[in-house]
């Protein structure tokens, strides 16, 4: 089974378009995150929510929108794509500890998504 | 934010041998993790070690805290343990969360 899955595995797009990536945990996890990984492997958190609290790294364009149905679901929105959103777009959950969440708990990653912008 | 750096960034192995990953980092931290990213991309958290020492297998990882630095360990190298191993640090509130730049291993039968 799964723990951490993502859709689509691959997404090529052109400049100006509006995309999403969704993201699904089976793990009962309360925490997920989203990382961006460059072309040169440097990977950097873009968010993290849990339980509808929202936290959002402040160097990330607001052209990127975190959507979450449910617990289970954190999806990617991207609005009006640039050809430096290129990269590999990292889904992942952790549990909770003491009832609080961390972005250093262990963490779960799905398999990552590419996305080409031309 | 806190500057994160391993060493060395690439690393050639010989099936068998043993090899030492370091991970430095620039101010006070309570959690530390260590990655493997695979040839195929995918991330497995291998440590959740914010101080002391661990053993998994033929990995362990020391980390010291005070000294801002953490050890990755690996014995009897395999073909599967090529890949780029990451270290990520943090403090156990908010968002920050920190990735070294790697050390990518090829490990050659």
């Known amino acids: 089974d799964t723990a951490v899955s993502q859709t689509p595995k691959y997404l090529v797009t052109q400049m100006g378009n509006d995309k999403s990536i969704k993201c699904e945990q089976n793990?009962?996890?309360?925490?997920m995150y989203w990382y961006k990984q460059d072309s040169k492997k440097f990977l950097k958190i873009m968010f993290s929510y849990n339980n509808k609290e929202l936290i959002i790294n402040e160097t990330v364009p607001n052209r990127f929108s975190p959507k979450s149905p449910d617990k289970a679901h954190l999806n990617l929105h991207i609005n009006s794509l640039e050809l430096g959103d290129s990269a590999v777009y990292f889904c992942?959950?952790?549990?909770?500890?003491?009832?609080?969440?961390?972005?250093?708990?262990?963490?779960?990653f799905g398999p990552g998504t590419r996305l080409t912008v031309l | 934010g806190i500057q994160v750096e391993q060493s060395p960034p690439d690393l050639i192995l010989q099936e068998g041998a043993n090899s030492t990953l370091r991970c430095n980092f620039s101010?006070?931290?309570?959690?530390l993790q260590w990655f493997h990213q695979n040839p195929w991309g995918q991330l497995i958290n291998l440590f959740y070690i914010p101080s002391g020492t661990k053993q998994n297998g033929r990995l362990s990882a020391t980390t010291v805290a005070t000294e801002r630095y953490s050890l990755l360990y690996i014995s009897s190298s395999q073909t599967t343990d090529s890949g780029v191993y990451f270290c990520?640090?943090?403090?156990?509130?908010?968002?920050?969360?920190?990735f070294g730049t790697g050390t990518s291993l090829t490990v050659i039968p």
């Open positions: 793990l009962g996890h309360d925490t």
């Open positions: 992942a959950s952790s549990p909770p500890t003491s009832g609080r969440f961390s972005s250093t708990d262990t963490q779960y």
């Open positions: 990520a640090v943090g403090w156990n509130t908010g968002n920050q969360f920190y």
């Open positions: 101010d006070s931290v309570n959690n």
